[in-house]
């Protein structure tokens, strides 16, 4: 396994099914404000390094979140380095949490009763 995808015989299986990165990223910001780089290693830390999402995948989902009014950007001035644009979830983002929230639980029970049907064969 390679972090995105199980090498499963002669297939190539993603191991983070496709539309997980915003709520990702809008559950970490429920934590703390994070600037994209941190964002990248506490998915990597938090999925126990199956999954390390890059730049290209994480800063435009950044920016649709907050285009979407998800999250806004705050800066944050440090003195040794670089300011780095921090993002924290608004009021909107919490709400989209919750709703996601409320239909994962079916994504999940969906995901489990396909792999049980591949392991019938």
């Known amino acids: ?4 995808h199980c090498r499963c015989g002669p297939f190539n299986v993603d191991v ?4 997980l990165l915003q709520p990702f990223i809008l559950r970490l910001l429920m934590e703390k404000p994070m ?6 290693e506490q998915i990597f830390e938090k999925t126990d390094g199956m999954w390390r999402p890059g730049p290209a995948a994480v800063y435009p989902s950044l920016a649709q979140l907050e285009s979407a009014g998800y999250i806004e950007a705050v ?3 440090t003195q040794n380095e670089k300011a780095r644009k921090q ?8 709400e989209a949490i919750k709703e996601y929230n409320k239909v994962s639980g079916n994504i999940a ?3 489990h009763q396909f792999t049980r049907f591949l392991k019938r064969f």
Not at 87 to 94: Q, S
């Open 1 to 4: 396994m390679n972090g995105r």
């Open 16 to 19: 983070v099914p496709k539309g």
């Open 35 to 40: 600037h994209g780089f941190e964002i990248m």
């Open 75 to 77: 800066n944050k001035e």
């Open 87 to 94: 993002y924290k979830i608004t009021e909107t983002g919490k």
């Open 109 to 111: 029970e969906n995901m």
